[in-house]
């Protein structure tokens, strides 16, 4: 049971990594024609994004991997139930890929490339939250683990919106380390109401949650780790909101990042110890029932335990390394 802990534990890491880190980019893509207004300022919201949106999402293929890896059952099912949001998110990405790569102000085609970037950024927030809201309420599941029948529903569209809250919060915090002149003004103003759709979608997501799955609720409230959780969200919000009327845009970024990175702890909690609960508990896919062998999780775990510093210390290096030049404009292809 320790390593199957320990393997639940890593997947929590790396979500709520992936979680802090792309939820300002996709964050700010989203918001790319609110916050930008003329060419210039849309390029120098692309240029806080450029030396870090493709490293933020290898997060998002590492903690798919490791589930695959660690729990295939979990990822089995939850890849086939949920085929049509995760394959829109792949494809969003990919989107937002060829957007950053393709845009330019001479191309006839300039204004499809920013489009692409709002789209290739929105669907990929909602769809993951909408995924992780319906496996919180639970899903069909049958004997055999396999997904049976629609698992779209409120409590997924509730948590989809947080998401989306939450990156938005996320990426004004973001821009306000590096916006100057009118877009500094622009964007401390939509951080400012980003901050109170997030609080806002946080309860309108617990609402949901005690209404559509009042277990998962309860199961948050009756744990030590989920009080810590949800006390983790509220100093983040309301943290970042005295840093704003402070000033203090560093001190906002960071506590919008312990809100969002509070989030997939919540989650966890709310399911813990089942990975993919199910409405008939029966067939709940769980910690033991999902998990790889023990020789195979002890080689995973061997593998990440020295892997992890690596790439932990290496995203360090390139955010000390890249952040003061991320407010520069990306150069023109005239």
Do not use: C
């Not at 139930?81 to 937002?96: A, D, E, K, T």
């Amino acid at each position: 049971m320790l390593l199957q802990l320990i393997a639940f534990a890593l997947l929590v890491f790396l979500f709520g990594g992936y979680a802090v880190l792309d939820g300002f980019d996709l964050g700010i893509g989203m918001l790319l024609p609110v916050l930008g207004h003329s060419d210039a300022e849309r390029d120098e919201l692309r240029g806080m994004m450029g030396p870090f949106w493709d490293g933020n999402e290898v997060w998002l293929i590492v903690a798919a991997g490791a589930t695959f890896a660690t729990f295939p059952r979990v990822y089995g099912a939850v890849l086939s139930g949920f085929y049509i949001p995760l394959m829109l998110v792949l494809f969003s990405l990919v989107l937002r890929a060829v957007s950053f790569g393709f845009h330019s102000r001479t191309d006839p085609l300039a204004w499809v490339w920013s489009a692409g970037m709002v789209v290739g950024s929105f669907v990929p927030a909602f769809a993951l939250g909408l995924v992780v809201g319906d496996i919180v309420g639970g899903v069909g599941l049958d004997q055999n683990g396999f997904v049976t029948g629609s698992q779209l529903g409120p409590l997924g569209v509730a948590t989809g919106l947080l998401a989306v809250a939450a990156f938005a919060s996320q990426g004004t915090s973001w821009a306000a380390l590096f916006a100057e002149g009118e877009l500094r003004t622009r964007v401390l103003a939509v951080r400012t109401w980003a901050n109170a759709l997030f609080a806002a979608a946080a309860i309108l997501g617990a609402t949901a949650t005690a209404s559509v799955a009042p277990d998962r609720f309860r199961m948050v409230l009756s744990r030590p780790i989920g009080w810590l959780a949800v006390l983790l969200l509220a100093a983040g919000l309301l943290g970042a909101k005295l840093a704003m009327g402070q000033g203090r845009d560093r001190a906002a970024f960071l506590w919008s990042s312990a809100a969002v990175a509070a989030l997939p702890l919540i989650v966890a909690v709310a399911i813990f110890p089942e990975l993919l609960p199910a409405h008939t508990e029966a067939f709940s896919l769980t910690l033991t029932n999902s998990a790889n062998s023990q020789g195979t999780l002890s080689i995973l775990l061997g593998i990440a335990l020295i892997g992890m510093p690596i790439v932990i210390a290496y995203t360090a290096l390139v955010y000390r390394t890249f952040a003061a030049r991320s407010a520069a404009p990306q150069p023109d292809r005239s």
